[in-house]
């Protein structure tokens, strides 16, 4: 489901899907591997990552590239 999570002036909207449940997404996305964290900014898909992430990698991905 969507989460939203404040993080630090701003609040992040998550989304957790199921690759099962929606067929479409990865080819829409172009998503090859699971798991992908992909990054938005005002609606565009500015970074994607395969693999898994740690909590670190993510927050140094938000301050470089969302919150730049």
């Known amino acids: 489901g969507l989460t939203l999570t404040p993080f630090g002036k701003t609040v992040l909207m998550t989304q ?20 992908t964290l992909m990054l938005f900014k005002n609606g565009q898909a500015i970074d994607q990552v395969t693999g898994a992430v740690n909590k670190d990698a993510i927050v140094n991905i938000l301050q470089t590239k969302a919150l730049a």
């Open 16 to 35: 957790n899907y199921s690759i099962d449940e929606n067929r479409a997404t990865p080819t829409k996305f172009g998503i090859r591997a699971i798991p």
